[in-house]
């Protein structure tokens, strides 16, 4: 029982650090980098608190440098799925009762160790094992994960403290109840954060989860089972789980239970699920709350008034940066004629000024894509855009897999607004650019809203406020988060609630009060005073 309305401290962005030449940070990481790469470890599953190693054991090898195996991570068989599902279940008797202030203090907890004393682990291991830059590391497992946390328990008590009105003789009191069963939590490769994430959110309500990390983000995956456990998360309230994916779905989505899922990847997987939980339907206790978060197809449109540096850096920024392998990344572009000359001449210039390698090597800005399937299917791609009419491949276009799986940032330029690269979502440091006459500014905007099936994320960049506001009007239902005058990557915890509508996703926005609701179910409890005595209401006299 709480005695007392207690505030939380006030949330704040985690400060990025600069890892500059000379800097301590600088200094640090890469000593934790090459501790890391010089030990071969090994990451179990947790189940109930405990770690528990199957023998089924996959490798661990860094994208940049896929001979090097860095570890191993076990892999559950239905046998430990079960165990994890009935060890979330025990765990949520005492878990759900639990006073908030406790799950508050857990969370903010386990931020502070993640910006303290993991900070340089975490953003090694996701150096290593998803070839992240420091700072595309840094954002995302030190500064993103640390906002989640943070931020969300702010989040909660501004949920809790939403109550109905009463009166003098009834008190009407809403309880924000965890849902009546376990979250499945499954979580991308491209951002540590996430994974941290979905879990996190659903058991910070009060839920229990089973979750299960990408077989490409295991190094990082291990380090925030070990914060939670730190920061004090119960046995067996977050199970971390890696399986064979439709083994363990299957499983989950057959028990009665299963009361939601907290889903971050591809679109095709997401409904995969949804079409799962719909034939399961008549099997659990209660509707299954349906989360995800999905692919794009993200664009930036100029309009002619745009100055062509800002066109040019938000493009390569936010095509480029972490191999294009950001949900928001841009991977198609519309740009007028008139500006075009001038703004393909500057990426080139900065392209041509990248460096591509390892992340040890502080002064790349590229390093290689996740896995050999997604360097296969970008070279597909890139090949196939060299030999159509439609096309022209006009920068990059090269890609060698001998060390990692290593693409250069490649610039498609097409005259089929429906090229099939300006459509599907590639996932990779390749973007599509339509180049459009002046005079067609409101026609091209209907294309871009006619041309995906995704939603995520859309930049305008314009001076002339009236085309701006155009674009703002014409694209308002083909992207979830909109950037007028910026590039459409990094959206901020507690600035930008981030998610996309159509195929990219419920648009449940991780990162704020709308993404908590969904884990809570409401019970609204009425208590009348002094309750009549007689049915007879005035009127029948
Ligand atoms: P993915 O869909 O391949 O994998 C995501 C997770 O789903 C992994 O844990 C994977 O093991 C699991 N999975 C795969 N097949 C499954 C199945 N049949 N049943 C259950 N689980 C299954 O995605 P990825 O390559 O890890 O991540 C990239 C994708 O994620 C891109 O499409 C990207 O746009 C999307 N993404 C979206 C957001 C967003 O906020 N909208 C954020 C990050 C990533």
Redesign the pocket.
């Known amino acids: 029982m709480a005695k007392g309305f207690f505030n939380v401290p006030v949330a704040v962005n985690e400060p990025i650090k600069s890892y500059a030449p000379g800097t301590p940070e600088r200094e640090a990481v890469l000593s934790a980098y090459r501790k890391l790469w010089n030990t071969h470890t090994e990451v179990p599953l947790y189940i109930n608190g405990k770690a528990v190693t199957t023998g089924d054991t996959q490798e661990i090898r860094p994208p940049h440098d896929h001979q090097k195996v860095v570890g191993t991570y076990h892999r559950a068989g239905k046998k430990e799925v079960q165990k994890a599902i009935a060890s979330a279940l025990e765990a949520r008797k005492k878990w759900s009762q639990m006073r908030w202030e406790q799950r508050a203090g857990i969370f903010l907890k386990a931020a502070e160790l993640v910006a303290g004393p993991y900070r340089n682990r975490i953003n090694a291991a996701t150096m290593i094992n998803q070839s992240k830059t420091i700072f595309q590391a840094e954002i995302d497992s030190a500064c993103e994960l640390v906002d989640f946390l943070r931020f969300n328990v702010e989040y909660m008590t501004e949920i809790y403290a939403e109550q109905p009105e009463s009166t003098s003789d009834a008190w009407n009191r809403l309880e924000y109840r965890p849902l009546e069963g376990f979250v499945y939590c ?6 540590t954060a ?1 994974a941290g994430n979905l879990p996190a959110s659903a058991a910070l309500m009060g839920n229990v989860c089973v979750w ?5 983000q295991m190094l990082s995956a291990q380090v925030i089972a070990e914060v939670f456990e730190e920061a004090g998360v119960p046995p067996g309230v977050i199970n971390m789980v890696n399986a064979d ?2 083994m ?2 299957d499983e989950v989505m057959t028990h009665p239970d299963f009361a939601g899922v907290h ?8 409904k ?2 949804w079409s799962k939980i719909g034939e399961n339907i008549n099997t659990y206790k209660t509707y299954p709350r349906i989360v995800g ?4 197809k993200d664009f930036i449109v100029a309009h002619n008034t745009a100055v062509p540096a800002q066109v040019a850096t938000a493009i390569v920024r936010g095509a480029f940066e972490f191999q294009g ?4 990344a841009a991977s198609r572009a519309y740009i007028p004629k008139s500006l075009w000359p001038e703004i393909e001449e500057l990426i080139r210039r900065d392209v041509e000024s990248f460096k591509m390698g390892s992340p040890e090597d502080m002064s790349n800005f590229i390093t290689a894509v ?1 896995h050999e399937g ?1 360097f296969d299917k970008l070279a597909k791609y890139i090949d196939q855009a060299k030999k159509d009419k439609a096309t022209e491949v006009i920068i990059g276009g090269n890609y060698d897999k001998s060390k990692g799986w290593f693409v250069d940032p490649t610039v498609i330029v097409t005259t089929d607004p429906h090229y099939t690269t300006m459509e599907t ?1 590639l ?1 990779g440091p390749v973007i599509t650019v339509y180049v459009y006459e002046d005079d067609k500014y409101s026609e091209m905007l209907e294309l871009v809203d006619n041309t995906s099936e995704y939603a ?1 994320t859309g930049a305008i960049l314009g001076q002339d406020r009236y085309a701006v506001e155009e674009a703002t009007m014409a694209l308002q239902n083909c992207a979830g988060n909109f950037y007028i005058n910026d590039k459409c990557t990094g959206a901020v915890v507690g600035q930008q609630p ?3 509508a159509r195929a ?2 419920t648009n449940d926005k ?1 990162g704020s009060k709308l993404n908590l609701l969904r884990w809570v179910s409401p019970r609204m409890i009425k208590e009348t005073f002094v309750p009549p005595t007689d049915y007879r209401y005035p009127f029948m006299g």
């Open positions: 499954i979580s991308p490769f491209n951002f996430i299960k990390p990408s077989d490409h994916p439709v363990m779905t889903f971050t990847g591809s679109t095709t997987v997401f995969g699920l978060e999905t692919g794009g392998q950001k949900c928001s996740i997604s979502e996932f995520l981030f998610g996309g990219s996703g991780a």
